[in-house]
């Protein structure tokens, strides 16, 4: 199981190891707990509280003995609901910090997968009248995973943003599944044509993300730049084949 993923929505390596340790076992005293999940015995009494605390946890006395027990995985939605309220109290008092900051920087470089997230959702929240992209062979999807890809452009639909793109022959099957998809159109270039990076361009913005052993991405913020990577793509697109 990839548990990076709950690493993500802000738990704990802990608070993972107690709760799957409770999916499991179904029920359990804290020493039972402590016996599956492995960990320190104060180390796992914090994590305890602290899932109680975030409604993933819940718990009956049976004489003066806690038995603890994981609630539905479903209610990891309520746990990310609530932390979005959260965040959108204090989002107008950022927006109002940011207004008074310096210009950004024209080009970023963002490290690991966490970063390459980062950039592709800065790319399809833009308000741009097209997503363009060319690259993105099997490495770039054996990396994110056919699932986290769709996701990405089901946000994309979402937010009204149309995409061409030019992949290769070496995955066709997901470019076939997107093209599928509203507001999306997906064009095949031969084999030869397979990388290990994807360049997006949208409104004034190029990403280049590269899906090596340790990814990265830069992001470059120039109206110049991204028009000349534009036509680069149309050249590509009307090259490529359905």
């Not at 994590?47 to 990891?76: M, W």
């Not at 009248?129 to 699932?147: Q, R």
């Amino acid at each position: 199981m990839d548990t990076t993923i709950l690493e993500d929505l802000g738990l704990t390596s802990a608070e993972i190891k107690v709760y799957l340790a409770l999916l499991e076992l179904g029920s359990a005293a804290a020493g039972e707990v402590l016996q599956k999940a492995n960990i320190q015995n104060s180390v796992m009494h914090r994590a305890l509280h602290s899932l109680i605390e975030k409604g993933l946890l819940n718990y009956i006395y049976e004489g003066k003995r806690k038995i603890y027990q994981a609630t539905n995985p479903e209610n990891f939605f309520n746990f990310m609901d609530d932390k979005r309220a959260r965040f959108q109290q204090i989002l107008p008092e950022l927006k109002q910090k940011q207004a008074f900051a310096k210009e950004p920087h024209l080009a970023t470089v963002y490290q690991g997968i966490r970063g390459i997230k980062e950039v592709y959702a800065q790319m399809i929240a833009t308000n741009a009248k097209e997503y363009n992209t060319f690259g993105g062979g099997f490495p770039c999807v054996a990396l994110m995973s056919n699932a986290w890809w769709m996701n990405l452009h089901q946000r994309r639909i979402a937010n009204k943003l149309p995409a061409r793109q030019v992949f290769d022959e070496t995955v066709r099957k997901i470019g076939n599944a997107i093209n599928e998809l509203p507001l999306s159109k997906v064009k095949f270039l031969s084999k030869e044509f397979v990388q290990f990076q994807e360049t997006v361009i949208v409104g004034d913005k190029v990403a280049i993300n590269v899906f090596n052993e340790n990814p990265y991405g830069f992001l470059v913020q120039d109206a110049k730049v991204a028009e000349g990577y534009r036509k680069y793509f149309e050249v590509l697109w009307r090259l490529a084949k359905k």
